[in-house]
């Protein structure tokens, strides 16, 4: 692998990163906000998921392969790196001031229902599994493996917490938005016909 193709998928994070740092500004102020402790019940797994993809090698099991390297995994890889990161961003455009990187409640408080959020009540995690998904699988190392393990346990327990929030703020209207769309993935993941969002 070329040096340049080696730091695609790391650059892809941080460009990522730096449009959710400056995106962080300007949002609606929070009415109600989660402890600390609880933030770091989800915060610090996606922590440790993103240093076992980061780091240049891992010793015993985690690092050996599942899967033999070659330019289409890694293709695949970046690619899925690529489309979750710009569909959590679009998500991340039309929650606007509703967004926090905590699980909170905002003043003026909405159900977004446009965009990604039509279909999907957390469209954020919905790429951000994706991205990290694309990075386990260019990896090609059982740590990629564990690591989107450990995403999906953290992302699991922050949206139920929100969901939970939102319907105690909601009521109703939570219920019906619910009824009609998907948890983070449609005809696969969570999905609720009986029963936005702040996200990370």
Same mark, same amino acid.
């Given at each position: 692998?070329?040096?340049?193709?080696?730091?695609?998928?790391?650059?892809?994070?941080?460009?990522?990163?730096?449009?959710?740092?400056?995106?962080?500004? /300007?949002?609606? !102020?929070?009415? &109600?906000?989660?402890?600390?402790?609880?933030?770091?019940?989800? %915060?610090?797994?996606? #922590? =440790? @998921?993103?240093?076992?993809?980061?780091?240049?090698?891992?010793?015993?099991?985690?690092?050996?392969?599942?899967?033999?390297?070659?330019?289409?995994?890694?293709?695949?890889?970046?690619?899925?790196?690529?489309?979750?990161?710009?569909?959590?961003?679009?998500?991340?455009?039309?929650?606007?001031?509703?967004?926090?990187?905590?699980?909170?409640?905002?003043?003026?408080?909405?159900?977004?229902?446009? /965009?990604?959020? !039509?279909?999907? &009540?957390?469209?954020?995690?919905?790429?951000?599994?994706?991205? %990290?998904?694309?990075? #386990? =699988? @260019?990896?090609?190392?059982?740590?990629?493996?564990?690591?989107?393990?450990?995403?999906?346990?953290?992302?699991?327990?922050?949206?139920?917490?929100?969901?939970?929030?939102?319907?105690?703020?909601?009521?109703?209207?939570?219920?019906?938005?619910?009824?009609?769309?998907?948890?983070?993935?449609?005809?696969?993941?969570?999905?609720?016909?009986?029963?936005?969002?702040?996200?990370?």
């Amino acid at each position: 692998m070329s040096e340049s193709a080696r730091w695609l998928i790391p650059g892809l994070w941080l460009i990522w990163g730096l449009y959710w740092w400056l995106a962080s500004y /300007g949002v609606k !102020r929070a009415v &109600r906000r989660e402890s600390v402790l609880s933030r770091a019940a989800h %915060f610090v797994p996606l #922590a =440790v @998921a993103a240093v076992l993809l980061g780091l240049d090698a891992v010793p015993g099991w985690l690092g050996r392969r599942w899967i033999a390297p070659s330019w289409t995994l890694f293709a695949t890889g970046a690619a899925l790196v690529l489309v979750g990161l710009l569909f959590s961003v679009w998500a991340r455009i039309v929650l606007g001031g509703n967004w926090s990187g905590t699980v909170a409640l905002k003043q003026h408080h909405e159900i977004v229902r446009t /965009g990604p959020y !039509r279909w999907i &009540r957390h469209p954020i995690y919905t790429g951000l599994i994706v991205a %990290f998904l694309g990075s #386990a =699988v @260019a990896r090609g190392e059982w740590r990629g493996v564990l690591a989107v393990v450990i995403v999906l346990a953290a992302l699991w327990r922050k949206w139920r917490l929100e969901e939970r929030w939102l319907a105690e703020s909601f009521g109703a209207a939570y219920t019906d938005y619910r009824r009609g769309t998907w948890a983070l993935i449609p005809l696969v993941l969570w999905h609720h016909p009986t029963r936005h969002s702040s996200e990370t």
